[in-house]
């Protein structure tokens, strides 16, 4: 490419994929590591040029793993061996966030200079001006917003360890952020023309807006002498209602909210051969929150600690319901299931799921709520210098009473969303990978068009009245 430094490019996915991409028998997929295309995708990069794939939804997992390695290579973004020194394996990781598998978008992708970091994520074409301009404007740290409509301000832990641990050197936006030995992805897309702090605007209608957002630490060490090897990470899940003005006049109310880290599917995944290897909780088990009768507020953790030893520091970040609020918060495993490896006696693989029940209604009131694994869990590598992938869902859920006429009936609308972390380690030797069976190709969301959540869907349930 002879551009000049900082430009943007976008690429029509059908112009490059014949010769990254081979399909074989029974929907096999290979992406060739040794591309031409990846090492010019790897150079532009390095270049701090801004790259766009303008694809079909249903490729975005293809191509955030060929943005993500190129991305690696141009870093030379490695796991550390014990002794502090680069390992030969590229560690990638990434979101697969839902979107609409018929509708064209853009996965963006950018290096963060000067620390390293990955911009990553799709985006609709009617969004792709904003984010643009958001990536490559200089740091922007908003305290206030001078509309009365102020949805999360202050309460996505993504954005808050964002703006304290890593806003110093690029503008808040979706990516990879890496910091000594400490690597941190974040799924929110940037679609706003000055705040940030919102998460992913998911669903949005006459009823209100659902944001959620999701983010992971994890750390480039391999901790311990014995295989497996075991980076840490830790995971953190946000969500948030604001509820309309005319939701409100309607009677309506918001229901409950249901957030999940669900290591059970990637470990059935695993047992089933479909991924190589899986992220689970060595424990003491750290799960925040806890379940309580009856809160307002709460606290989330951003930060990652290992045997003592803080390679994030700890921050904590408040979640508070609307005054005169409170909710019911339930902790489960659903199911519960744990497993042992040698060397490791113990691994929680349980899908982790909060219910939080508000119950509480209010013009242009945001109810937010977060959850996280803490502990840290860890990525459990059979051995190095072998390809390993994970992949494990972060699930969420919204319920809301939109209208209620008393002694008559009430509507209902649910939002969820299945979201994806995919975790790679590939070998600098590799030059193939087989994305065949990994969640990075399972891109099994469709989401409404120009949304970022896995489905809707609404009813009505009669309520009348008896009279004696």
Same mark, same amino acid.
């Given at each position: 490419m002879s551009l000049p430094n900082n430009s943007v490019v976008v690429i029509d996915w059908s112009l490059i994929k014949s010769s990254i991409i081979s399909s074989g028998p029974l929907g096999r997929i290979t992406v060739n590591l040794t591309s031409p295309v990846i090492? +010019?995708?790897?150079i532009a990069i390095a270049r701090n040029d801004i790259i766009g794939i303008y694809a079909n939804g249903s490729d975005e997992g293809v191509i955030e793993f060929v943005l993500a390695y190129s991305w690696a290579v141009a870093t030379s973004h490695?796991?550390?061996l014990n002794i502090n020194e680069p390992s030969n +394996?590229?560690?990638?990781?990434?979101?697969?966030?839902?979107?609409?598998?018929?509708?064209?978008?853009?996965?963006?992708?950018?290096?963060?200079?000067?620390?390293? $970091?990955?911009?990553? $994520?799709? @985006? !609709?074409?009617?969004?792709?001006?904003? @984010? *643009?301009?958001? *990536? *490559?404007?200089?740091?922007t740290t908003a305290t206030t917003v001078s509309s009365n409509v102020d949805p999360v301000q202050g309460e996505d832990p993504c954005y808050e360890g964002y703006s304290v641990e890593f806003s110093s050197a690029s503008s808040p936006s979706s990516g990879v952020y890496v910091t000594g030995t400490t690597t941190f992805i974040w799924a929110?897309? *940037?679609?706003?023309? $000055?705040?940030?702090?919102?998460?992913?605007?998911?669903?949005?209608?006459?009823?209100?807006?659902?944001?959620?957002?999701t983010c992971l630490l994890a750390s480039n060490e391999i901790f311990g002498s014995a295989p497996p090897s075991v980076p840490p990470i830790n995971v953190i899940g946000y969500e948030a209602y604001l509820e309309s003005p005319t939701m409100y006049d309607n009677g309506g109310l918001?229901?409950?909210?249901?957030?999940?880290?669900?290591? !059970?599917?990637?470990?059935?995944?695993?047992?089933? $051969?479909?991924?190589?290897?899986?992220?689970?909780?060595?424990?003491?088990?750290?799960?925040?929150?806890?379940?309580t009768s009856s809160t307002s507020s709460y606290e989330i953790y951003f930060g990652l600690e290992v045997a003592g030893q803080e390679l994030i520091p700890f921050i904590g970040i408040g979640i508070s319901l609307p005054a005169g609020t409170s909710e019911m918060i339930s902790l489960?495993?659903?199911?519960?299931?744990?497993?042992?490896?040698?060397?490791?006696?113990?691994?929680?693989?349980?899908?982790?799921?909060?219910?939080?029940?508000?119950?509480?209604?209010?013009?242009?009131?945001?109810?937010?709520?977060?959850?996280e694994d803490i502990s840290p869990a860890s990525i459990y590598l059979p051995?190095?210098?072998?390809?390993?992938?994970?992949?494990?869902?972060? +699930?969420?859920?919204?319920?809301?009473?939109?209208?209620?006429?008393?002694?008559?009936?009430?509507?209902?609308?649910?939002?969820?969303?299945?979201?994806?972390?995919v975790i790679d380690v590939v070998p600098s030797s590799s030059s193939t990978v087989d994305l065949s069976n990994t969640a990075?190709?399972?891109?099994?969301?469709?989401?409404?068009?120009?949304?970022?959540?896995?489905?809707?869907?609404?009813?009505?349930?009669?309520?009348?009245?008896?009279?004696?």
């Open positions: 090492h +010019d995708l790897a490695k796991l550390l +394996d590229y560690l990638l990781a990434y979101p697969i966030i839902p979107v609409s598998r018929h509708e064209p978008v853009v996965i963006v992708v950018r290096w963060v200079k000067p620390w390293g $970091g990955l911009i990553i $994520g799709p @985006v !609709y074409l009617s969004q792709l001006t904003t @984010v *643009m301009v958001n *990536m *490559m404007r200089p740091t929110a897309p *940037m679609l706003y023309s $000055g705040w940030y702090q919102y998460g992913i605007p998911g669903y949005s209608d006459g009823n209100g807006t659902y944001y959620w957002d918001e229901g409950y909210q249901v957030g999940a880290i669900d290591y !059970y599917t990637g470990y059935q995944m695993y047992k089933e $051969g479909k991924v190589s290897t899986f992220v689970g909780d060595g424990g003491p088990t750290q799960w925040i929150p806890q379940s489960s495993q659903n199911p519960g299931y744990s497993t042992s490896l040698p060397n490791v006696p113990t691994i929680i693989l349980s899908n982790i799921t909060w219910t939080f029940s508000v119950g509480a209604s209010g013009s242009y009131a945001t109810f937010p709520n977060a959850f051995s190095l210098s072998t390809e390993s992938y994970a992949a494990f869902p972060v +699930d969420f859920e919204n319920n809301a009473v939109t209208s209620w006429v008393y002694c008559a009936h009430f509507t209902y609308q649910t939002i969820w969303v299945n979201a994806w972390w990075a190709y399972w891109n099994l969301a469709n989401a409404p068009p120009s949304s970022y959540v896995s489905g809707v869907s609404s009813g009505i349930v009669y309520t009348p009245c008896t009279y004696s």
